[in-house]
């Protein structure tokens, strides 16, 4: 059963970088016609999509963050990564990490990973 | 950017109760919609894709319709488990872009 969990630090001072990673499991990861993304959603508010990328490194990026974000991939390892620059207060919420279809919805979720932006 | 507003923003039943919640998009998407349901301190669930195909192990209370840019999810009788957020969210034109959520409480 494919399952997607997200790692990394739950405290990132203003103006450093946010790096999370989300491991997949019990699913091919180069599977083509998938991507694999990431969606925040801030305390109390609504989900906002970040960023895609595929197994081969083709990304698509929210333009609101597009030059703040990278997402990168580790295929042997089954996992990609975010990493989001010069983060404010603002980027504070719970990141989850998602399958997307080959149409774009998201079909299967991670539990989410909170990052708190404080110094 | 296509805007999604759902609406209510909250909605109060009771267990056994028909609801239906609408999501709009600010210009035309097609088929293009995905609806998801999330419980407190959980990731979102597809419910339903394509604005009627609902998810393998869906319950078959969830109804999707809809077409362009205006859309409902009705509930045909509610049950304990489904007082959650539910959001809708676009995937004609990227950014992909998600409403900001219809919260169904007793």
């Known amino acids: 059963q494919l399952q997607l969990q997200e790692s990394g630090p739950g405290l990132v001072k203003p103006s450093e970088t946010l790096s999370l990673t989300c491991t997949v499991s019990?699913?091919?990861?180069?599977?083509?016609?998938?991507?694999w993304g990431w969606v925040r959603q801030a305390p109390g508010k609504g989900l906002e999509w970040l960023g895609s990328?595929?197994?081969?490194?083709?990304?698509y990026y929210n333009p609101s963050f597009k030059s703040r974000l990278t997402l990168s991939v580790d295929t042997s390892r089954s996992r990609f990564s975010l990493s989001l620059t010069s983060v404010t207060t603002a980027d504070a919420a719970v990141y989850y990490c998602?399958?997307?279809?080959?149409?774009?919805?998201?079909?299967?979720w991670g539990r989410g990973s909170l990052v708190t932006v404080s110094s | 950017d296509i805007q999604m507003t759902q609406s209510p923003s909250t909605l109060s039943a009771s267990v056994g109760d028909r609801v239906t919640l609408t999501c709009r998009a600010s210009q035309t998407i097609n088929k293009w919609l995905a609806w998801y349901q999330q419980r407190p301190g959980k990731a979102p669930n597809l419910l339903i894709y394509?604005?009627?195909i609902l998810e393998t192990g869906v319950p078959s209370r969830f109804s999707g319709s809809g077409s362009g840019a205006e859309f409902t999810l009705t509930i045909s009788s509610l049950h304990p488990e489904d007082f959650a957020t539910y959001f809708c969210q676009q995937y004609h034109t990227p950014p992909w872009t998600f409403g900001h959520g219809t919260r169904v409480e007793v």
């Open positions: 394509e604005t009627s």
């Open positions: 019990g699913f091919p990861f180069t599977r083509d016609s998938y991507f």
């Open positions: 998602a399958r997307l279809t080959f149409t774009r919805y998201f079909d299967v």
């Open positions: 990328i595929q197994y081969g490194g083709s990304t």
